[in-house]
C-alpha cells in the first residue's frame, strides 16, 4: 500500500517519512528501535481513532489520540503510588465500540496508617469514542476486609505532531504551543499550526482532583472495605481555522468539542456521559452491520473470524457527506485511500453494495480536474490519497490530495461496472458519467503515448511515490538480476485493470446508444489483451513477468502481481491454468498464504514488505483468480490457510505477516509494523469466500447464480442470510452432501441458478 522502507523502521510511508533521499529522489523511512506493538488496541469514530497499549496508556512513542491526522494527546498514563499496576486483561468489545481493561494493584504506600497489599483493589477502565471526543470511566473495587487509601495519578501531555512527524519525518520548523491553562477540574491545551488552524484539547475530571497541574492530576481515593468508586475523564477536542487559513484546505472545517463532565461531584454526571456515549457507538455499528448480509458457519472459530472482519470494516467505514467510506488502516492510513477503498468495495461488493456507492461518489468528486506535477495529478485521475494534517495543508507533503497511483483511475471504472451488474442502480451511472468518460479518457491517453498501447506511470513529484502501482515501496519492481528498471514503467496487472476497464466502459457505451464508443473501448481492451500475451509471457516459466521498462524490456520477475490477471480474466485459459499451478507451488505458497514474490527471485526476502511477504487482500485476488480458472479447489485452500493464520492473530488478519514457509506447531510469523485493523485485510475473507461458494448476482434479472461451490474443511454448512438482490432478499444455504456441497434457497421473489 505504501513504502515501508526497513523492517525496523516506522514502516510505511505516503511517500514520505523522511528527508533523506534515495538516489532518485524517494523519501525512505528512518531507522528506529521503536515498532508498532501487536498489543495495541484502536478505537476510532470519523477522523478520530486512538491508540494504546493493554492498560490503556498512550505511551507517546507512535499511539496517541489522533484528529484528522494530527496527534492531540501523545501521552496518557494511570498510576497507582507511582506505579503502574499489575495487568489482568485489556481487549476492545467485539463491535470495536469500547476499550476495556482489568488490572490490580500493586503494594500501595500507607497513607494514613496501613498500607494495602497488592491484589487488593481491581480496577476497570473503560473508554469509549464518539465523534471528537473521549469518555473514560475508571472504577476502583476494594475487596480487602479494611479500607484502603488509594493515591492515583493520571498524567497526560500532548505534543500535536503531524502524522507524518510521528512516524518519521523531521520538521525545521513548527508551529506555536500555547502554554497550558488549568481551570477549576479542566486543563487545556492549544497549538496554533502553520497552516493557521488552531487545535484545542480540553482534558475534564471528575470529581475534580484534589491536585491538578498542566500534566497530572492526583487523586487521594477512600475506599471502604467492599466498596467501590468512580472516577472519569473526557478528552474534547476542538479544530478552527483562524484569519489567514485557506479556505479549500481539508484541515479548515471546523471541528467543535462535544459536551464535557460539569458536576462538583460528578458521578452522576459521568455515567451519564460514557453510557450516551456508548450508545451512540453501539447505535453506528448496529446500523453498518445491519446494511450487510448474516453470514455464519457450522464453525464457532470461522464464525469469529467473520463477525470480526465485519466489526472492523464497520469500524475503520467513515460516514462522509457521499455516503460510506472505508478508511484504509489504522495507525497509518485512517484516511481515504483510492486504491484500498475500490478494493474493499470490490471484495463486499456481494454482500453490502452501500459501500461501493459510497466510494463511488466520493471519488469521482475529488476527481482531478487539473493537471499538477506537485500532485502527480492529471485531468480525469482518480486520487490516491486525501489527508487532512497541518503538513499536507502547507504543501511540506503533496498528500492533502495526492493521484500518484496508476490502478485507481481503471478500477474506479471496473468498481462502476461491478457495481451496477450488482445492484442495477443505473441512475448512479447517469450521475458517475461525466467522471466516468474523464476516467476512462485518462486512461486512454496514457495508453495512447506509451509505444506499446498500455497504461504505465512515471513519477512527477520529487516527493512522492516512485513506484505506484499497490506494490508501492522503493524496491518492488525489478528486473531478474535485481536491478530497478527506467520509467515509465507498465505493471502486468494494471494491464488487466485498464482492460477490464475499457469493457466496462464498452458495456455502458452500448447501454447508453453510444455504439462507436462502445466499439472504441472494446477496441482498445483487446489491443491490451493482446499485448500482455505478446510481451509479458515468459514461455520458459510459463508464467507473466511483473512489468515492462521504459525500454520495453520485460522484468523477468515472478510475482503474485500475475494473480491479478487471473482475477480479471485477462490471460488465455491454459495460460491462466500455467500461472494458477504456479501460484499454488512452494516457490509461492507458504502454507499461510501466497507470496507477492517467488522464492529464489532477486531481492527475495520473506521479511520484505513487498518482496516476500504475505498481503491477505493479494492473496484474495489470487484466489479469485484461481477460482475463475478452473483451481476452485486450490481457492477453498488458500481460504483455509488464511483462516487458520487469522486464527492465530485474535481472529484478524493483520495488512500483512511474513512469508516464512509453514512450520507444524509454528504460527505465522507477524510484520512488526503492520496496519491492525486495515480495510482490504478484513474484507479478505468475504472476495474469498464468494469466489470458493461460485456466487455471483445479477440484480436486473433478479438472479443469483452458484457454480459448484465449494467449502472449507471443517465447516460442514455455510449461511448467507437477508442478501439483498432489488428490492427483495434471499437466504442461501450450502451443506455437505455425499461428499458434494449442496446449495439451497429459502422462499422469495429471487431466482436461484445451480450452474453445472
Same mark, same amino acid.
Given at each position: ?284 455499528? !448496529? ?417 443469483? !447464480? ?28 450450502? !451443506? ?21
Amino acid at each position: 500500500m505504501q513504502d515501508p522502507e526497513t523492517l525496523g523502521g516506522v514502516s510505511r510511508s505516503s511517500g514520505v517519512d523522511h528527508p533523506d533521499q534515495t538516489a532518485d529522489g524517494a523519501f525512505i523511512a528512518p531507522e528506529t528501535p521503536e515498532v508498532a506493538s501487536a498489543d495495541q488496541h484502536v478505537l476510532k469514530s470519523g477522523d478520530t481513532f486512538i491508540v494504546n497499549d493493554p492498560l490503556g496508556d498512550i505511551t507517546g512513542i507512535d499511539d496517541g489520540l489522533f484528529v484528522n491526522d494530527t496527534r492531540v494527546l501523545s501521552s496518557l498514563r494511570l498510576t497507582f503510588g507511582g506505579r503502574v499496576p499489575s495487568l489482568l486483561s485489556g481487549s476492545v468489545s467485539s463491535d470495536n465500540t469500547a476499550f476495556t481493561a482489568h488490572f490490580t494493584n500493586r503494594p500501595l504506600p500507607p497513607l494514613g496508617g496501613t498500607s494495602t497489599p497488592e491484589g487488593v483493589i481491581h480496577v476497570e477502565r473503560e473508554r469509549v469514542l464518539s465523534g471528537t471526543m473521549m469518555t473514560e470511566a475508571i472504577e476502583l473495587t476494594n475487596y480487602g476486609t479494611e479500607e484502603a487509601v488509594v493515591p492515583l495519578s493520571i498524567s497526560f501531555a500532548s505534543d500535536f505532531r503531524d502524522m507524518f512527524e510521528v512516524r518519521g519525518l523531521k520538521r525545521e520548523v513548527r508551529g506555536e504551543l500555547k502554554p497550558p491553562r488549568v481551570e477549576g477540574s479542566e486543563v487545556r491545551l492549544e497549538y496554533i499550526g502553520l497552516d493557521k488552524v488552531a487545535r484545542r484539547v480540553s482534558i475534564e475530571f471528575s470529581p475534580k482532583p484534589d491536585k491538578l497541574l498542566a500534566d497530572r492530576a492526583d487523586f487521594t481515593v477512600a475506599l471502604p472495605a467492599q466498596a467501590c468508586v468512580s472516577l472519569y475523564l473526557t478528552v474534547a477536542i476542538e479544530v478552527e481555522p483562524l484569519e489567514g487559513a485557506a479556505p479549500d484546505t481539508p484541515s479548515a472545517g471546523i471541528i467543535k468539542p462535544g459536551h464535557c463532565l460539569a458536576d462538583s461531584n460528578g458521578q452522576s454526571v459521568g455515567r451519564a456521559a460514557i453510557r450516551a456515549a456508548l450508545v451512540d457507538a453501539h447505535i453506528v455499528m !448496529r446500523e453498518r452491520r445491519r446494511q450487510t448480509a448474516r453470514v455464519r458457519s457450522s464453525n464457532p472459530l470461522f464464525n469469529s473470524w467473520i463477525n470480526r472482519s465485519i466489526a472492523d470494516l464497520s469500524l475503520l467505514t467513515t460516514d462522509l457527506p457521499t455516503g460510506p467510506y472505508p478508511y484504509a488502516g489504522i495507525p497509518w492510513f485512517s484516511t481515504p485511500f483510492g486504491r484500498d477503498a475500490i478494493i474493499t468495495s470490490l471484495q463486499t461488493l456481494w454482500l453490502q453494495p452501500a459501500l461501493a456507492r459510497g466510494v463511488l461518489r466520493f471519488l469521482a468528486a475529488h476527481q482531478a480536474r487539473e493537471d499538477s506535477a506537485f500532485r502527480d495529478a492529471e485531468v480525469g485521475k482518480i486520487m490516491h490519497e486525501l489527508r487532512k494534517s497541518e503538513m499536507a495543508a502547507t504543501g511540506e507533503v503533496p498528500f492533502a490530495l495526492y493521484y500518484g497511483g496508476v490502478d485507481s483511475t481503471p478500477l474506479f471504472v471496473v468498481l462502476a461496472g461491478a457495481y451496477v451488474e450488482r445492484t442495477g442502480d443505473l441512475a448512479l451511472i447517469d450521475e458517475l458519467w461525466p467522471a466516468l468518460e474523464r476516467a476512462a479518457g485518462w486512461v486512454a491517453g496514457v495508453c495512447d503515448r506509451n509505444p506499446h498501447g498500455l497504461l504505465d506511470y512515471r513519477r512527477e513529484s520529487e516527493g512522492g511515490l516512485a513506484n505506484q502501482g499497490w506494490k508501492d515501496s522503493h524496491d518492488s519492481v525489478f528486473h531478474a538480476d535485481g536491478r530497478f528498471p527506467d520509467g515509465p514503467i507498465a505493471l502486468v496487472e494494471v494491464q488487466a485493470y485498464a482492460s477490464a476497464a475499457f469493457e466496462t466502459m464498452s458495456r455502458f457505451a452500448t447501454q447508453r446508444g453510444l455504439i462507436e464508443d462502445a466499439a472504441r473501448y472494446a477496441g482498445r481492451a483487446a489491443k491490451i489483451r493482446r499485448c500482455v500475451e505478446e510481451k509479458y509471457w515468459m514461455p520458459e516459466s510459463e508464467f507473466y513477468g511483473i512489468a515492462l521498462d521504459g525500454h520495453g524490456d520485460l522484468c523477468r520477475v515472478l510475482a503474485s502481481n500475475a494473480g491479478h490477471l487471473l482475477a480479471f480474466g485477462l490471460p488465455e485459459y491454459e495460460r491462466g491454468r500455467a500461472v494458477a499451478e504456479i501460484l499454488e507451488s512452494a516457490l509461492f505458497h507458504t502454507g499461510w498464504g501466497v507470496r507477492t514474490l517467488a522464492a529464489g527471485q532477486a531481492r527475495f526476502n520473506p521479511m520484505a514488505y513487498h518482496n516476500g511477504s504475505v498481503w491477505p487482500h493479494d492473496n484474495a485476488l489470487c484466489a479469485r483468480g484461481l477460482a475463475r480458472y478452473g483451481r476452485k479447489e486450490a481457492a477453498v485452500r488458500l481460504l483455509q490457510a488464511l483462516f487458520e493464520a487469522a486464527v492465530t492473530f485474535d481472529m484478524r488478519l493483520p495488512e500483512l505477516f511474513c512469508g516464512f514457509p509453514r512450520r507444524r506447531g509454528s504460527p505465522p510469523t507477524a510484520y512488526p509494523v503492520a496496519c491492525l485493523p486495515q480495510a482490504w485485510a478484513a474484507g479478505s475473507p468475504f472476495m474469498m469466500l464468494e469466489a470458493c461458494l461460485g456466487v455471483s448476482i445479477d440484480a436486473t434479472r433478479r438472479e443469483v !447464480r452458484i457454480e459448484q461451490p465449494m467449502l472449507p474443511e471443517g465447516i460442514d454448512w455455510l449461511e448467507v442470510g437477508h442478501l439483498r438482490v432489488g428490492n427483495a432478499s434471499v437466504t442461501l444455504t450450502f !451443506r455437505r452432501v455425499d461428499g458434494k456441497v449442496v446449495a439451497s434457497a429459502d422462499r422469495s421473489d429471487v431466482k436461484v441458478v445451480a450452474v453445472l
